[in-house]
């Protein structure tokens, strides 16, 4: 741990002159600081390097992958994108996955932002029930339901269908969703909307007009939160979209691939496709990552 | 204003709470119905036998109890470890660099390590067991840490990691902690941020050490985001079934050494055709997650601090 890394840590405070704008680096404290720094550094790596090595690994025949797993590929071998690409349809699981999202992140902001609305400000009987209805399902452990959900869907024949998914994303995203903007709403100031009343909006424009752009920070981070955690949904689509391979999402296509490659043993392939299936999620990661951190904390941090 | 107001409570809340009646609440509460009859999932009869499922689950010693046991050390080993370090990295981050007029400074480079600490968490499972599944691959199939191994000389389990009984659930456990901690450190790193500098320096003034600072000022102020994320990572902890899936032989093997309550269930519910019996299995992990928020909310309060 940091711990007696301080006395060498203040002598060197005390030590330093008052004011020196550009200070050459010079070692940092004892042993202990060292070796706290080096971990730090060392974690960096073991996020770092099974990621690139997957990548360096994509260029590689898979025969080359086997023989010599830490070596450079010999030439990069795009074969595997290509492969990866038709035969392994990461493309069409991509359009899959988009499509199902739209209609699924749309839902369940639309119904969250409304249901956590009416919770946060408007009394009337049955109001916590229903909130703590709605929290309590963050803590459900998913398996239990699974196979009751299952026969539901195909009861109504939604089994198999992408609408059928788009609305079990949907309620099983509202308990984060609602519990989280529900205390958000109750943030906002109450001056803004009792003007808009004076002024004669109904309750429907007081929500759209005027609320909803007011909640505009607090809808980013749960949708960022939602197309995060809907687009990497594995359970659900697993078992209610389970019949043809075709219409798979991202998650499923992937382990679809992992399976067949086992038998097959093509695993440049395999990891082309992996590589495909990280770069957008990478690229919208460099770009977002201060929304992106906040928005997957928001809900701990309330 | 008041005009009305009903009408609209009711048909901003029809939609949302009725879908999550029909498709959440629903099904749970059949659970628990199915887990008290001998329903195997596919016929259309089935009796009503009481508590037996319950009874025999603790017989079960092929998959149940290996997948209790080990449920029952992921519960205690990924809190504990991925606490320890996200509090470790963050206090590191935020207040391990050097102390200049009294003022206390992150490490340098803090931004960039929490950048790529965070990555994994917007990974999907499925990426994550691809990738760690050939990072533990024996050495003929090019695995990472075994070709490194045999490469400076030491011994290498020949199967690799992830099909020998001694290292399969460990290797599990190693990745979750690696998926999770980034999420925590940025978790702990915004609470740490919301503690006055001033404490701290005045700690300096009184000469106390890092670890001093760590332990009295920290770590009693962070007590309330401690609590939430033991109580997030319980559940994550219960949940685990996904990682397994992807990267375990048998899916929980070799020879039941990673089996899981969420794999146990799955394999009874689709694979088996014991529809009821695994629904027991998953009350029984809806009770225990259950008892874990409460007990940790109730004993678990400290006294609130305002700064």
Not at chain 1, 129 to 152: C, D, E, N, Q, S
Not at chain 1, 258 to 275: H, I, K, N, P
Not at chain 2, 200 to 223: K, N
């Amino acid at each position: 741990m940091a711990t007696d890394t301080a006395p060498a840590a203040e002598g060197t405070a005390e030590a330093a002159p008052a004011r020196t704008p550009q200070r050459a680096p010079r070692p940092e404290g004892n042993v202990l600081n060292v070796f706290s720094h080096g971990f730090l550094w060392l974690w960096a790596l073991m996020v770092i390097i099974p990621v690139a090595w997957i990548v360096m690994s994509s260029f590689k025949t898979t025969r080359e992958i086997a023989s010599d797993p830490l070596g450079l590929p010999s030439a990069p071998h795009w074969a595997n994108y290509v492969n990866a690409w038709t035969n392994g349809n990461i493309g069409g699981y991509f359009l899959n996955t988009a499509q199902v999202l739209v209609f699924s992140v749309t839902g369940t902001m639309l119904l969250g932002a409304m249901a956590a609305y009416v919770l946060a400000r408007y009394e009337f009987p049955g109001n916590r029930v229903i909130y703590f209805g709605f929290a309590a399902g963050m803590m459900f452990p998913v398996f239990l339901a699974l196979f009751p959900l299952f026969k539901t869907l195909q009861n109504v024949a939604l089994l198999n269908t992408y609408t059928g998914l788009v609305i079990v994303y949907i309620a099983y995203s509202l308990p984060f969703t609602v519990f989280f903007l529900t205390a958000f709403f109750r943030t906002l100031p109450t001056g803004v909307a009792e003007a808009a009343v004076v002024d004669g909006a109904g309750h429907y424009r007081l929500f759209f007009q005027v609320m909803l752009p007011m909640a505009k920070p607090g809808l980013v981070a749960i949708t960022i939160f939602n197309v995060i955690g809907q687009w990497n949904q594995f359970l659900l689509p697993l078992v209610l979209l389970g019949r043809n391979p075709e219409d798979a999402m991202i998650s499923q296509g992937l382990a679809n691939l992992a399976l067949r490659q086992g038998y097959e043993g093509d695993s440049g392939a395999l990891f082309a496709g992996t590589v495909l299936a990280m770069v957008p999620i990478f690229i919208a990661y460099v770009l977002f990552q201060r929304q992106i951190q906040a928005g997957l904390t928001a809900g701990a941090i309330k | 204003m008041k005009h009305g107001k009903y009408p609209f409570i009711l048909s901003f809340l029809a939609l949302p709470v009725g879908l999550y009646a029909w498709l959440v609440i629903l099904p749970f509460a059949q659970a628990f119905q199915i887990s008290l009859t001998d329903w195997s999932g596919s016929s259309n009869s089935f009796d009503y036998i009481g508590f037996d499922n319950y009874a025999n689950l603790f017989k079960d010693e092929r998959l149940v109890l290996p997948a209790l046991r080990h449920t029952g050390i992921i519960l205690v080993v990924l809190p504990l470890v991925t606490i320890v370090l996200g509090l470790f990295f963050a206090f590191m981050l935020n207040l391990g660099g050097r102390v200049r007029q009294g003022r206390i400074e992150g490490v340098r480079g803090a931004r960039f390590h929490k950048v790529v600490y965070f990555f994994p968490q917007v990974l999907s499972v499925a990426i994550i067991g691809i990738l760690w599944k050939q990072v533990y691959a024996p050495e003929n199939f090019g695995g990472l840490i075994t070709g490194a191994l045999t490469a400076v000389g030491l011994p290498a389990p020949v199967n690799g990691f992830l099909a020998d009984t001694r290292f399969v659930l460990a290797s599990v456990i190693g990745v979750l902690v690696w998926s999770a901690v980034g999420f925590y450190l940025v978790f702990f790193s915004s609470a740490m941020a919301s503690i006055p500098r001033d404490l701290y320096e005045a700690a300096v003034i009184d000469g106390a050490g890092r670890g001093a600072m760590f332990f009295r000022i920290t770590l009693p102020l962070l007590w309330d985001s401690v609590q939430t994320a033991w109580i997030y990572l319980s559940i994550v902890a219960l949940d685990v079934f996904v990682l397994i899936y992807m990267m375990t032989p048998e899916r929980g093997g070799p020879n039941a050494a990673s089996e899981v309550v969420g794999g146990v269930i799955w394999k009874y519910a689709f694979n088996h055709g014991e529809q009821a019996f695994a629904s027991a299995l998953g009350v029984v992990l809806f009770f225990a997650a259950l008892s874990l928020a409460v007990v940790s909310l109730r004993f678990g309060r400290r006294e609130q601090i305002e700064f």
